[in-house]
């Protein structure tokens, strides 16, 4: 079992940054991913980042590409770095793990959200 605590959230001007931060506690060394995701309302969740192989390896949406970082720690905590915010990435955002590979059976363990809001 895998808890996951999300915080960091808050408003912030387009443009500007904002850093996200997940804890992870209990069985943490079953994870095999870690990742964000994010959910506007009448929009369906959306994969942000994800970061794989120990940390070694990280993949992002198109839209966050080259603005947003994903990065973990020794503690197995995780990171989103967001720069150049813009208004549409105004949404609540997740942290998530999975035990095994996520794009086949998905995420085991989510946090409860974290809002984000991107003013103009």
């Known amino acids: 079992q895998v808890q996951l605590v999300e915080s960091g959230g808050g408003l912030v001007q387009a443009g500007g940054s904002l850093r996200l931060s997940c804890a992870a506690s209990g069985s943490i060394f079953s994870i095999s991913a870690m990742a964000w995701y994010r959910q506007a309302p009448g929009k369906q969740r959306e994969l942000v980042a994800v970061v794989t192989d120990g940390g070694k390896t990280t993949d992002y949406a198109d839209s966050v590409k080259g603005r947003f970082t994903i990065s973990r720690d020794n503690n197995w905590s995780v990171y989103l770095q967001m720069n150049s915010l813009r208004v549409e990435d105004t949404a609540v955002y997740y942290c998530?793990?999975?035990?095994?590979?996520?794009?086949?059976?998905?995420?085991?363990?989510w946090g409860k959200g974290s809002l984000v809001t991107v003013s103009s």
């Open positions: 998530a793990a999975a035990r095994g590979y996520y794009r086949v059976f998905g995420m085991d363990y």
